[in-house]
């Protein structure tokens, strides 16, 4: 089963942009959808980007549509989260998770699909 590590988080100012990846160490993500949730301090952990197995379909939260891009390198069994225009509001805690065995073009947006997570990694943007 796959292992996930995240990274690429950090301070940026609002109107900035990171580079989140998640690494599957184990094994192959290639038969995962592959989703990010974050979390906020006080906040329940929630929803932001899913992809499918195959990469074909993607699927976004409203509140990070237009700005983040979710993709994956199966070849090398990284999933990226791509986030421009950061925010204030898009301070958190951002997890990478991964649901095994879904069709090759369904990603859902549901934390209870998700069968692996990762330890999370911080994402501060200063105003």
């Known amino acids: 089963q796959v292992q996930l590590v995240e990274s690429g988080g950090g301070l940026v100012q609002t109107g900035g942009s990171l580079r989140l990846s998640c690494a599957s160490s184990?094994?192959?993500?290639?038969?995962?959808?592959m989703g990010w949730f974050r979390q906020a301090p006080g906040m329940e952990r929630e929803f932001v980007a899913a992809?499918?197995?195959?990469?074909?379909?993607?699927d976004y939260a409203d509140a990070v549509k237009g700005r983040f891009t979710i993709s994956r390198d199966n070849a090398h069994n990284t999933v990226y989260l791509q986030m421009n225009s950061l925010k204030p509001e898009d301070t958190a805690v951002y997890y990478c998770?991964?649901?095994?065995?879904?069709?090759?073009?369904?990603?859902?947006?549901?934390?209870?699909?998700?069968?692996?997570w990762g330890q999370g990694t911080q994402v501060t943007v200063s105003s």
């Open positions: 998770a991964a649901d095994f065995g879904v069709r090759s073009d369904y990603a859902s947006r549901f934390q209870t699909a998700y069968d692996h």
């Open positions: 184990r094994a192959t993500i290639t038969y995962y959808a």
């Open positions: 992809i499918s197995r195959s990469g074909g379909n993607t």
